[in-house]
Structures are given as C-alpha cells and as structure tokens.
C-alpha cells in the first residue's frame, strides 16, 4: 500500500509543479505598460475577414518619448502569417490622440491628431 501511495507522489508533485509553471508562465508575459515610454493602447480596429490577410489598427500614446522603445512596443502586438497587417499609430501622451480608428487611410483624422511614429508589422507567408 506504501508503495503505491509513493508511485502516485512521485507522479503528482511533478504534475503540479509543472502546471503551476504553465499558470505562472501564462499570467506573467509582458505588455506595453512595462516597456520604458508610459506606453497605453487607446483605440484598436480589426477587419472582419477570416479568411484572407487579417488587418489589425492600433493608437497608443507614449508618455517619455525619450526613453521610448518603439520596436520592442510594436513586437509585443499580434500578427498572423498569410498576408496579415498589424499598423501601430503613436502619439504624444500631451497632444490630442484619437481614441477611435477606421479601416480606410488615413485610419483617423489627420488634421486633429500627429502621431509621432507609425511601424507596420506583416506576416511571413503569404
């Protein structure tokens, strides 16, 4: 009975362990908030399409432009591969920004908001 009841701990505390790490692990991954740069997303648009090259819109403010690190920020931000556009708009945490976006250029009205850096991500394949 000793034997048995050993083999399942032998079993059991590994397991768990290994799942508290993938919870740990899930819970723990950075976002744009811990990069350098006050970075915040304030306004986000997604085509409908699932099927075809999905393209995702973001604005995020940047508070320390200074200290900002754009590309890091950007990495952090999904893309698919076949034909998948992800276009991250910055702006200035002090200036007017918009807090709504559109499919269709110029994404938001440009003669109210500047942005101060715009990187684009694009899938693999295609």
Not at 43 to 59: D, L, M, P, W
Request: proline share 6%.
């Amino acid at each position: 009975m000793q034997k048995k009841s050993k083999r399942i701990w032998l079993i059991a505390i590994p397991l768990i362990l290994m799942l508290s790490y993938f919870i740990y692990d899930a819970y723990s991954q950075p976002s744009i908030e811990d990069l350098p740069g006050d970075f915040k997303e304030v306004a986000f648009v997604r085509n409908e399409n699932n099927k075809g090259g999905i393209i995702r819109i973001y604005a995020v403010t940047v508070g320390d432009q200074m200290n900002a690190q754009y590309d890091q920020c950007a990495d952090l931000f999904p893309v698919n591969d076949y034909g998948s556009t992800t276009k991250i708009y910055f702006f200035d945490k002090r200036n007017p920004f918009p807090t709504s976006l559109q499919l269709e250029d110029p994404h938001y009205d440009t003669s109210k908001y500047e942005a101060i850096n715009i990187l684009t991500r694009r899938g693999l394949k295609k």
